[in-house]
Structures are given as structure tokens and as C-alpha cells.
């Protein structure tokens, strides 16, 4: 019973574990409490612009992505499996959450989102964890880079101040928009975005602890107000901005609506694993120590679904607020936990002020954040290696563009799951070996450097790599060469790690032809975990025990027996 509770104990601790617990094990020192408070604060101050900037980008009114940064943020910073963690809305939604809003309304997002939420929770309570980290990397760097010409794209309206009253949601057509109002562009909005973007750009140069987004805002609102400049601000498109958090509720879901937002809420639950977990995998590198993967995936579904339930978008791991966290100290949950509640301060407090941010100085921000999302050196990087990756990496990006973010998730999965496969079954070999065997197999074996001859009517096919459904065809065209049947046919199999139930069914009918044929089949080098397949399937029984040897000197001698014995 005792052993039964420790190991239940253990695999909670691996499921769900926050590092708020430990932090609350060991202690905090009053000085890092004031650092983790100072940390919270530049955070949030870097965090204001970009929750109202990611919320009018995805098409829903600003203060929803305030909303998801103080509900969500709070709960991923109380329960991450990162000690460092900060949660709220990021880009790469942009493209998802855009796409559901046009076609189900805010009802059919919050319903995403929840169902979203509940999926990552499913993920860490599955212990999935550690399964996102092989997406291929081609893949990750493929859709984020199309998120970021997306997010580019849907800010020239606003860059340029062109009077376009509903911007399509297509690429190609979004573009031959902006084409036909190029004429109409208002320089004073172009203006302010360019010289938005280039502060957010050279005042890291200047200082580390305050945005560059945050310096624009400061200087262009007045500016606008001051001389009334002809541009729109977030007032004159969206009204004011609530100064209070909004009720909790659930919108009314139908079985129809569940059944359509299942894949966009898969494509979020996905786009919001592999985005936390990488940012937790940066913020290990940053600040030290490791992440709990699965504790991570259910902070993050919880997040979401209280999100959801305020009205909110999907929220991730943000990597820039992340960095910019630890950069400023902040090495426990408290910092994020204050990042949301000062984010909670200023939308009850300075809403009234937050209307009159200009929205090309929004778009300068977001063009800012594309840049820094597109990763275009590794994109250029990828291209010059292996042919496999750059189709994924290819097909991807495209797919993200011109269709949608859950069909380039899946597509690109399944080809990259294709190619894994094609490249694991050229790593297999199966051959016959002529006149002598006996390469060595391990140093510390004492037949090792001795060579077999094969005695006449015996035959040895070597099979090298996992003998699995993708080299199936392999296996039978080598099979198809034994015309002459021999007397003993030894199957040299210790390079063969493991076996799926195709190999398996392959392996078991040529046995039984062999057999039928009055061939006897010999096991050579069988690997121990690969012997515990073999048996369970039943085909240590057919060829018989004693015809399972561990080294290529038994097989022959025991073929050359049976072969004298006629």
C-alpha cells in the first residue's frame, strides 16, 4: 500500500507540480521579493502595448487582450512548470484567432479557446509533454515564420492610414486591396508607424529596462491629441476601453458549433503547447534550472479556459516578456503574478488614457514584433540543408499564408511524418551474405575476429535497422530471392533494435513458407527487448528456441549440425 501511495505520489509530481509550490518550499529572501516585484512591474509595462496591439490585430476590441493578459497571466505565472514563465497574448494567435472571429463570431472564439484549454489540460494530464518537443524543428520555424508576414500584412491598412472599410481575409486578396488604396495612403499615419518601428528598434540600444513601444506610445499620443493629426486612434474605432473586468460567463454552445471548432481548437491547443514549452526551453537557458513540461501544458490549458470564461483570447508563453522578466530579475512566479496584477491596475485606473493610443503607432509595434517573429535566418539556414526539411519548412509557410495556420499544422505533421518514415527505411538494409560471416560484433567478444565460411545449403541474410512498416517491402523483395530454397536459412538480426506488428507479419509468414518448404529458420544476435516481441508474437516458438542464438558462430555451427545431420 505504502509503495502503491509513493508511486502515486511520484506521478502526480511529474504531472502537475507548479514551481510556486517549491518557491513556497524554500523560501523567499526580502531582497528577491523586491526584485521579483520590480521585474513584474517592466513586464507589465511592456506587456500593455502588445495585449491591446495582439487583440485588435486578431479582430476583437483591445480590452479583451488586457482581460487575457491579467486572467491568464496570473494563472500560467501561479501554476507554470516555469519558474519564470509570463502568459498573456502573443502573434502567433494573430492568424488563428482572426480567421475564427470572421467566420463564428466572438461566441465561436471563447468557445475555441475553452475547448482549447481543456485540451492542453488533457495533454499534461497524458504526460504529453515531452512528446511536443520532437515537432521538427522546420516545421516550428516554417508556420511562425508565415504568422509574421501574416501579422504584417494585416497591419498595412493601419501603417499606411488607408481608408479601407473591411480588409479581406485572404492574402492574395488582402494585398490587391492595399494595391488599389495605395493612392489614398495618409503620410502623417505612415509617419507615426515608421518612426514607431524604428524606436521600438534602436532603443534597446539605449536602455534594456524600458520599450521601445512603450517610448512611442509616450511621445505620439500627446503629439496626436496636441495638434489633432488625422489619424484614428483606438477611441474613434473601438469606443472606450471598460475599466473593469467584465462578469464571468459561457456563451450557449451547440453540438454543431463543438463539432466545427474542434480543429481550430486543436490548431490553438497545439500552436499554444509548442509555443509555451519553447519558451520555457529559452527561459531554462536564460535564467537556469528546468522546466516541468507537463505541469506547463495544464497552467497553460487552466489559463486559457479562465480566459475563455472572462471573455479573453488564447494565451501562450510570451518569449519576449519571458526574456525580458529574467533579464530584469525576476527568477519565481511572483513577477508574473505582479505583471498581471499591474496590467489589472492600469486597465481599472489609465483605461481612459489607453483609448487614445493611435493605431499606426500599434501597427509600428506589430511590424516590430513580425520582424522579430519571422526568424529568417534560420528560415534562409533551413534552405540549405537536407531536402526533407525544406519541404517541410516550405510546405509550411506556404500552407500558413495562402490557407490557414490548422491546415499547415496538419498537413505539415503528416509530411513530416512521411519523411521521418522514408528516411528511417533507407537507413534499413536487408542482404544476403556470400562466402564467409562473422564481422565484428562486439570487442569484448571472444570469436569477434574470426570469419565463419557458410557451409554449402545454408544461407545468411544480415537485416540492419528497425524492421517496421516502412521497410516491409524491403523485407519481402529480399525474401523473394531465396528461389532455391536451402536447408538452413539464418536470419542475422543484431542490428535490428525493434519490430512493429507489420515486420512482425511479414517475419511470421516467411517462417511459415520457409517451413512449409522444409527450410529451418536460425535467429541470430536477437537483442534482448527485440526477443521479448518475438515471443510475445509467437515466433520464438515457430523457428523454436534453441534456434534463437546471440552469436553469428552458434547460428553456423548449429546450421552446419543440421546440414550433416541431412
Not at 522514408?422 to 570469436?447: F, K, N, T, W, Y
Request: hydrophobic content about 50%.
Amino acid at each position: 500500500m505504502i509503495d502503491r501511495l509513493k508511486l502515486f505520489l511520484r506521478l502526480r509530481e511529474d504531472t502537475f507540480n507548479p514551481k510556486l509550490l517549491t518557491l513556497f518550499k524554500e523560501g523567499l529572501s526580502r531582497q528577491q521579493l523586491q526584485q521579483e516585484l520590480i521585474a513584474g512591474v517592466i513586464v507589465a509595462i511592456v506587456a500593455l502595448p502588445l495585449a491591446i496591439a495582439f487583440a485588435i490585430a486578431s479582430g476583437v476590441t483591445p480590452d479583451k487582450g488586457l482581460v487575457t493578459a491579467v486572467i491568464a497571466g496570473f494563472i500560467i505565472a501561479a501554476l507554470s512548470g516555469s519558474r519564470v514563465q509570463i502568459g498573456g497574448p502573443t502573434g502567433a494567435f494573430i492568424p488563428i484567432v482572426y480567421g475564427i472571429v470572421q467566420q463564428y463570431g466572438v461566441d465561436g472564439l471563447i468557445v475555441s479557446t475553452l475547448m482549447a484549454g481543456l485540451l492542453l489540460v488533457a495533454m499534461g494530464l497524458g504526460r504529453l509533454g515531452s512528446v511536443i518537443k520532437f515537432i521538427p524543428h522546420s516545421l516550428v520555424v516554417g508556420f511562425t515564420t508565415g504568422i509574421a508576414l501574416i501579422i504584417f500584412s494585416s497591419q498595412v491598412k493601419d501603417l499606411l492610414g488607408l481608408p479601407i472599410e473591411k480588409v479581406p481575409a485572404e492574402f492574395v486578396e488582402k494585398w490587391q486591396v492595399y494595391v488599389q488604396y495605395l493612392g489614398q495612403t495618409n503620410f502623417w499615419a505612415a509617419g507615426i508607424a515608421i518612426a514607431t518601428a524604428t524606436i521600438a528598434f534602436a532603443f534597446p540600444k539605449i536602455s534594456t529596462k524600458i520599450p521601445g513601444a512603450l517610448v512611442a506610445i509616450l511621445i505620439f499620443t500627446p503629439l496626436v491629441q496636441l495638434f489633432h493629426l488625422p489619424v484614428d486612434t483606438i477611441q474613434t474605432r473601438f469606443g472606450d476601453i471598460p475599466t473593469s473586468l467584465p462578469v464571468p460567463a459561457l456563451p450557449h454552445v451547440t453540438w454543431t458549433m463543438l463539432h466545427e471548432l474542434i480543429r481550430p481548437a486543436f490548431t490553438i491547443a497545439m500552436l499554444g503547447a509548442i509555443e509555451s514549452l519553447l519558451c520555457a526551453v529559452v527561459a531554462d537557458s536564460m535564467a537556469g534550472g528546468n522546466h516541468r513540461s507537463n505541469t506547463e501544458l495544464i497552467a497553460q490549458g487552466l489559463g486559457n479556459i479562465g480566459a475563455a470564461l472572462f471573455g479573453g483570447i488564447p494565451a501562450t508563453g510570451a518569449i519576449a516578456r519571458t526574456a525580458t522578466n529574467i533579464k530584469n530579475g525576476g527568477r519565481t512566479p511572483i513577477a508574473g503574478m505582479t505583471h498581471a496584477v499591474v496590467l489589472l491596475l492600469i486597465m481599472l485606473f489609465a483605461g481612459a488614457w489607453a483609448k487614445l493610443i493611435p493605431l499606426s503607432v500599434l501597427a509600428g509595434i506589430l511590424v516590430y514584433v513580425s520582424y522579430n517573429m519571422s526568424e529568417w535566418r534560420t528560415f534562409r539556414s533551413i534552405l540549405r540543408g537536407q531536402r526533407a526539411d525544406v519541404m517541410v519548412l516550405l510546405t509550411t509557410f506556404f500552407l500558413t499564408v495562402f490557407f490557414d495556420l490548422t491546415v499547415a499544422i496538419e498537413i505539415g505533421m503528416v509530411l513530416a511524418a512521411f519523411l521521418f518514415i522514408r528516411r528511417m527505411a533507407e537507413l534499413g538494409d536487408i542482404r544476403p551474405v556470400e562466402g564467409r560471416v562473422g564481422e565484428m560484433e562486439e570487442q569484448s567478444d571472444a570469436d569477434s575476429m574470426q570469419f565463419y565460411p557458410i557451409p554449402p545449403d545454408v544461407q545468411v541474410f544480415e537485416l540492419n535497422g528497425p524492421l517496421f512498416f516502412g521497410v516491409a517491402h524491403k523485407f519481402k523483395e529480399a525474401m523473394r530471392r531465396v528461389s532455391k530454397p536451402p536447408k538452413v536459412l539464418i536470419l542475422r538480426m543484431r542490428f535490428v533494435p525493434t519490430i512493429d506488428e507489420t515486420g512482425i507479419h511479414n517475419l511470421r509468414e516467411f517462417v511459415r513458407n520457409m517451413q512449409a518448404r522444409n527450410v529451418r529458420i536460425i535467429l541470430s544476435g536477437v537483442a534482448p527487448m527485440l526477443h521479448g516481441e518475438l515471443e510475445e508474437a509467437g515466433l520464438i516458438g515457430m523457428v523454436g528456441a534453441d534456434n534463437v542464438v546471440s552469436h553469428i558462430s552458434q547460428a553456423v555451427e548449429r546450421a552446419r549440425a543440421y546440414v550433416e545431420q541431412g
